[in-house]
């Protein structure tokens, strides 16, 4: 069941050029017990959970609070598994809390485990939201249904969000129930005024896994998180209500402790030499620009663009070293490269970027995919490289007195007279979410071996596109994009893949 915690393991026979990583072990403490904290993945690309925003005042009895909360003493960088719940061992006190709102009225139904299998992770565990309390422990999933007026809530926390960049939930949930009973997914900062979403549609007890951001709740210093179940006077004998499983709450610290640039040989040959191969090497690759951008220059352009880039070492936004790039003419574009290949599918490609002095219909991205047969690489345009691959692009709008981000996903099969891109649209614009004109924003790409292009922003999955065509190619670059309005300038903190 169940999606474990990623650790990175050493291999001896892979030649690492620069090795500085600092790990820490991030330890919680919580009420009556602790909780180990570790390196973690990313979360898993799927859906959000969707539903009618709902908001409850509902102060709960029994919570811990205060400087007890479940916080890292020292936070590791990157995705930080702060929860991982699967029940296979048991259910643990000290990290939930049930409750039956509704006291004795109705009889009381808590959340409690039972064996019922999930398909999407395996495992025998589920928390069942009526198999609890005095009157729902000798229920039975197999035959037994739901009762009327039941108000059953299975909380954790509190957790400190404080220098967290981003923070998602992650869960599988079965819901089998009448229209207007419901489940919900909720928060709060206080363990009295709670909001989040509720379907109450009704569900065909089909398993499904979704995310919940936690975005909204950075920077708090308590977040209760709660999964809830409801009925109405009415019950249904047939069906089983709501099951959870596989809970995993991660939140993202930033990468300023990872090493500032990771390049992996693919296959290296006993000694080692002394000097590094010219060859570009493959694999893994990071670069926070905390330095210097050696390496990145500009491999494509429209004809006629103004354009340039520079390292930045001041700090915005509490973060440190850039690579920041301008475009300084009306509908144009410039691509930036290292020229170092990335490793096979599946990958994933993680990226900070801001744009500054913002205008409607700037936009910043990635190419990934690209070609280059190994000859001169150079803007504003070249027979030898980045003539087909994929191009994210995040708009930026302003429009209605709103802000916010969108994204498109096009691939580039070849470029017109003018210089412009051209090829499919993969997936159109999607919003990606609301943003400030001075916000840090999170891109994430993950290419399976098989072509599937997931997009996720700010932790967010936005959307997916099916499309091999470009899988055998490996070299990548950043982007950014002027329209009628000219002088776009954007800076990228990092870029990962790995």
Not at 148 to 163: A, E, N, Q, Y
Not at 380 to 407: A, D, H, I, M, W
């Amino acid at each position: 069941m169940k999606e474990r915690i990623s650790k990175r393991q050493g291999v001896a026979s892979i030649i690492v050029l620069v090795v500085v990583v600092f790990v820490s072990a991030a330890v919680f403490r919580q009420t009556n017990g602790t909780i180990s904290a570790g390196q973690g993945a990313p979360p898993p690309q799927q859906e959000q959970f969707e539903g009618i925003r709902v908001q409850e005042s509902f102060p709960v009895p029994g919570l811990p609070v205060g400087d007890t909360s479940s916080r890292p003493r020292r936070q590791s960088a990157g995705w930080t598994v702060l929860l991982d719940e699967d029940w296979e061992d048991g259910f643990d006190a000290n990290k939930w809390l049930t409750v039956d709102r509704n006291g004795s009225q109705g009889g009381d139904y808590r959340w409690g485990l039972r064996d019922v299998e999930n398909p999407l992770a395996g495992g025998q565990a589920s928390a069942w939201s009526i198999g609890g309390g005095q009157n729902g422990e000798n229920l039975n999933p197999a035959k037994d249904g739901y009762p009327p007026r039941v108000d059953s809530w299975l909380i954790h926390g509190p957790v400190d969000m404080t220098g967290a960049l981003n923070a998602e939930l992650s869960f599988n949930y079965s819901f089998q129930a009448d229209d207007l009973d419901s489940f919900s997914v909720l928060v709060s900062t206080d363990g009295s005024n709670w909001e989040g979403k509720q379907t109450d549609s009704g569900g065909a007890g089909e398993w499904n896994g979704r995310n919940f951001s936690l975005n909204d709740f950075l920077g708090q210093k308590t977040v209760y998180l709660a999964f809830r179940f409801t009925s109405n006077d009415d019950g249904n004998k047939k069906k089983k209500a709501a099951f959870v499983d596989d809970i995993v709450l991660r939140a993202d610290y930033g990468s300023k402790q990872y090493l500032p640039h990771i390049s992996v040989l693919p296959t290296p040959t006993p000694p080692p030499t002394p000097t590094p191969s010219p060859t570009p090497p493959s694999g893994v690759f990071l670069d926070d620009f905390t330095s210097d951008i050696s390496g990145w220059e500009a491999r494509r352009a429209r004809p006629g663009a103004i354009y340039g880039y520079r390292h930045r070492a001041d700090e915005d936004g509490g973060r440190r070293g850039f690579l920041e790039v301008n475009v300084d003419s009306t509908d144009g574009f410039v691509i930036l490269s290292p020229l170092v290949p990335a490793k096979n599918p599946p990958y994933n490609i993680e990226l900070y970027a801001k744009l500054k002095d913002t205008k409607d219909r700037q936009m910043y991205g990635v190419v990934f995919g690209a070609d280059w047969n190994g000859q001169a690489c150079n803007a504003p345009s070249s027979p030898n490289c980045f003539n087909r691959y994929y191009e994210l692009r995040v708009q930026y709008r302003n429009t209605g007195g709103k802000q916010f981000q969108e994204v498109k996903l096009k691939r580039i099969d070849s470029h017109d007279g003018n210089g412009e891109p051209q090829g499919p649209t993969l997936i159109d614009w999607k919003k990606g979410g609301n943003v400030g004109p001075d916000d840090w924003v999170e891109i994430d790409i993950y290419v399976s071996d098989e072509g599937t292009i997931n997009i996720s922003w700010n932790g967010k999955f936005i959307a997916q596109a099916k499309d091999a065509t470009l899988l055998n190619q490996k070299y990548f670059g950043l982007l950014l994009i002027t329209k009628e309005n000219g002088n776009a300038r954007v800076k990228y903190d990092y870029i990962k893949i790995d």
